[in-house]
């Protein structure tokens, strides 16, 4: 009985077999193993460098513009937004003391010089005191009345006397102000009050009707805002500390026929260069 060896079975290769063996001679890749994929973060870095490389010259360019014009402006002009619409105000009463019988105005009505505001009455005399003294009193229509006149043409700003008051000589009846005669009080740091000119042109704009009008410097007053107060700042302490002053700049208004709100706010921009 004769034995024979068996042969372990042989496989057939593959295709895939022969491809991989194939790459492992000349050093290629097989064609079914893929290739190493990009990052995902390599592709967003990319993307950031081209954003920025668009984008960061016009920032430069923008902030060079914005530091110029800001520049020129501190050079050109003085400016500053605590200011206010001045004016003022005349009251206007009766010279004899008596009853107010007849106010002829509404607050914010537009009068002419010589128009009636108001008619007073004079107390008439009604008979003789234990004294001997004239007793006066008033006797309805048959009163003696005056009438109080506009000084001006202007503006009524406030009625501070009713229908039925008793005033005094002199008590105001009407507030009125003459439109034409406004200005713009200015406090101007005192760094900057040495540019400053009389006859400067300005720039103002007046909060009350939103416009910009034109003026020019009137005055400037010789001493800062803080010595008209009614407790001047004392620095005799040794707890002193440097605040800027500021000193009021009168600006007169070029308004026209356009009126103005009386305390309304302004800003003012003073050319001091050309």
């Known amino acids: 009985m004769s034995t024979q060896l068996q042969r372990p079975p042989t496989s057939v290769p593959t295709s895939a077999d022969l491809d991989v063996r194939a790459a492992q001679g000349d050093g290629r890749v097989p064609e079914n193993e893929a290739a190493p994929s990009a990052k995902p973060e390599d592709g967003r870095r990319t993307n950031v460098r081209r954003v920025l490389f668009v984008v960061l010259p016009i ?12 520049y020129r402006e ?33 607050l914010g009505s537009a009068v002419r010089r010589d128009d009636v505001l108001a008619s007073v009455a004079l107390p008439s005399q009604t008979g003789i005191a234990q004294n001997g003294q004239p007793k ?53 740091e005192e760094t900057s009050i040495g540019r400053v000119r009389v006859g400067q042109t300005v720039q103002v704009h007046v909060d009350g009707f939103d416009e910009d009008v034109a003026g020019r410097v009137e005055a400037i007053t010789p001493a800062t805002a803080g010595t008209f107060s009614l407790l001047p700042t004392n620095s005799a302490s040794g707890n002193f500390t440097k605040v800027v ?11 026209g026929n356009r009126p103005a709100l009386l305390g309304s706010s302004a800003e003012v921009k003073i050319r001091v260069a050309d």
């Open 59 to 70: 920032l430069l360019l923008v902030g060079g513009f914005v530091g110029y014009e800001t």
């Open 74 to 106: 501190s050079v050109l002009y003085v400016s500053t937004d605590n200011a206010q619409v001045a004016g003022q105000p005349v009251q206007v009463g009766s010279t004899n003391s008596g009853r107010v019988a007849r106010v002829a105005v509404r």
């Open 136 to 188: 006066l009193g008033f006797m309805g229509l048959a009163d003696t009345q005056i009438d109080v006149i506009a000084p001006f043409d202007g503006v009524v700003l406030a009625l501070p006397a009713a229908v039925g008051a008793t005033i005094a000589a002199g008590q105001p009846i009407v507030t009125m102000v003459d439109p034409n005669q406004l200005w713009v009080n200015a406090n101007i």
């Open 245 to 255: 002053q500021l000193v009021p700049v009168r600006i007169a208004l070029l308004l």
